[in-house]
């Protein structure tokens, strides 16, 4: 498995931005335009060209030609060359990417603040509410984001979204957990869930390799 890390740095949206939205489906530019706020309308455009640039990369097809394909209710699935599972995440200004080529994966990351606790009794697990709450307060916090991250990144891995009862769902149960990998990158918690978790590649992009590979040439 893939996993990718990508920080908006400029949070204006300006002309290059303007130019890489005709590289992504109609529908993403539908969404793109309705945010209001520019930061939010990069998140979602990096979002969809950082996973196309990568496949394109994996499978060696120009990312114009890959093809992209859903159930109702169920996560797309790039069928170019191979079938690849893919999931992001985005928080403030950090984008979050995985890419398998084996199993559906879902991946979630948080900016670290301060946690809504108050959300615990009725979210979370009565193993994780004991994990989370029976700490310092300064220890809450990042547990509190562990274990959110962990159930975001499952539900998106079974496709349902949080139409799950988050509250029977226990992350901290072997059978889930060593399907998890967890992780602090910079002020954010990531993490991602793969069945038959193994090893992983993790690797940085940047805004600037973006627009080199959509911009300076024909994908």
């Not at 489906?25 to 990096?46: A, G, M, N, P, T």
């Not at 996560?75 to 599972?85: F, G, V, W």
């Amino acid at each position: 498995m893939r996993i990718y890390i990508l920080p908006i740095i400029n949070t204006v949206w300006d002309e290059n931005d303007q130019q890489l939205l005709s590289f992504v489906s109609e529908e993403r530019q539908r969404k793109v335009k309705h945010y209001r706020f520019d930061i939010d309308k990069k998140l979602s455009l990096y979002s969809a060209l950082l996973v196309r640039m990568e496949l394109s990369k994996l499978v060696g097809i120009p990312a114009a030609d890959l093809k992209f394909f859903s159930k109702p209710l169920a996560k797309p699935l790039c069928l170019s060359a191979l079938q690849c599972h893919f999931s992001f995440s985005h928080t403030r200004n950090m984008i979050l990417s995985c890419i398998s080529e084996r199993n559906p994966v879902g991946a979630d990351i948080e900016m670290l603040s301060t946690a809504p606790l108050e959300i615990v009794t009725n979210l979370f697990h009565p193993d994780e509410i004991d994990y989370v709450m029976k700490p310092s307060s300064s220890l809450r916090n990042l547990r509190f984001y562990k274990i959110w991250t962990q159930k975001e990144a499952y539900v998106k891995y079974l496709g349902t979204g949080l139409s799950e009862s988050l509250s029977q769902i226990n992350m901290l149960d072997p059978t889930l957990s060593k399907s998890l990998v967890t992780w602090k990158e910079n002020d954010c918690i990531c993490s991602v869930f793969q069945p038959d978790f193994s090893d992983f590649k993790k690797a940085a992009v940047s805004e600037q390799e973006i627009f080199r590979f959509y911009l300076s040439y024909n994908n």
